[in-house]
Nanobody
Framework: QVQLVESGGGLVQAGGSLRLSCAASGRTSSSYAMGWFRQAPGKEREFVAAISWSGAVTRYADSVKGRFTISRDNAKNTVNLQMNSLKPEDTAVYYC?????????????????????WGQGTQVTVSS
């Protein structure tokens, strides 16, 4: 089992920045991909970004490309999401995710079912 704990959410004005962090614990000895999803009220959960175990491969949703940056620190078992130029439509609960036991340069898909561990979520609210 892998446990995930997110932090860093909050309220920010449009155009501002936030940095989300997620710490993984438990059975983290094997390589695993990490990422972020989000879910706004009344909408389906959507993919935001993902990063391979090596950190060399990343993928972003088109809606956040050029504004968000995902990074990880395997020594600390953490993944971060730097969010810049935030927009009101970025308002959502953000979830940290893990896909365990994948190759170091492999990225899972963008469906929620492609990831087998989920955090509890952290709220991000962007005011206009």
């Amino acid at each position: 089992q892998v446990q995930l704990v997110e932090s860093g959410g909050g309220l920010v004005q449009a155009g501002g920045s936030l940095r989300l962090s997620c710490a993984a614990s438990g059975r983290t000895s094997s390589s695993y991909a990490m990422g972020w999803f989000r879910q706004a009220p009344g909408k389906e959960r959507e993919f935001v970004a993902a990063i391979s175990w090596s950190g060399a491969v990343t993928r972003y949703a088109d809606s956040v490309k050029g504004r968000f940056t995902i990074s990880r620190d395997n020594a600390k078992n953490t993944v971060n999401l730097q969010m810049n130029s935030l927009k009101p439509e970025d308002t959502a609960v953000y979830y940290c995710v893990v896909r365990s036991t994948v190759g170091p340069w492999v990225l899972p898909g963008t469906r929620p079912s492609d990831y087998n561990y989920w955090g509890q979520g952290t709220q991000v609210t962007v005011s206009s």
